[in-house]
């Protein structure tokens, strides 16, 4: 089976869950923000698929270079220079900054390297950093190493753990309705 036949029998699952996402956010009245980086809006795209999903999806931000990071978000150069973009502080930043610059109950951010170029030892192809921000909680970052899955790869694991914190969060968080 070739990695784009796989992606679209791991697609329908995908949908699926997004179908779920919405539908637990609306029943709860809470909204989402997205601050992507490594998936390119990959996430925001997904979501937006499912006929609801504005009555959950506040906004999303693809902040793909560092400038943007800072412009859009919030993120405080002297972090990226710290720590770097690929990051749990970043994440964390870019998470409360979609959440702070939004009018959305939670916030996840996704920052990584997809590959083929742009690692080193210390930050390897497949690294990927998340965060969930929720207004009124503490933020919850996650770092997970995918490995060399290809581009197409990391990034489609990386929507899949995206979704899956975003139900966790959902779940977790007490609605407004």
């Known amino acids: 089976m070739s990695e784009m036949q796989g992606l679209f029998q791991f697609g329908a ?3 699926q869950s997004a179908r ?6 609306v029943a709860k009245g809470l909204t989402l923000a997205l601050a992507e980086s490594c998936t390119g809006g990959l996430v925001a795209g997904l979501l937006t698929q499912v006929p609801g999903s504005s009555a959950v999806l506040d906004r ?12 859009m978000l919030g993120v405080p150069l002297s972090l990226l220079e710290t720590h770097g973009a690929v990051s749990a502080a ?6 409360e900054g979609a959440l702070s610059h939004s009018r959305a109950d939670l916030a996840l951010a996704i920052t990584g390297i997809a590959g083929p170029g742009g690692s080193s030892p210390q930050k390897p192809v497949g690294l990927v950093h998340f ?3 929720a207004r009124g909680q503490p933020t919850q970052p996650l770092e997970r190493r995918f490995g060399e ?26 609605g407004s309705a």
């Open 13 to 15: 699952a995908l949908e």
């Open 20 to 25: 779920d996402l919405i539908q637990a956010a």
């Open 60 to 71: 999303g931000f693809v902040t793909y270079s560092n400038q943007a990071k800072q412009d």
């Open 90 to 95: 970043v994440a964390i930043s870019m998470a």
């Open 131 to 133: 965060a969930l921000a």
């Open 149 to 174: 899955l290809g581009r197409t790869g990391v990034r489609w694991a990386a929507l899949e753990q995206a979704l899956h914190m975003l139900h966790k969060g959902v779940s977790e968080k007490a």
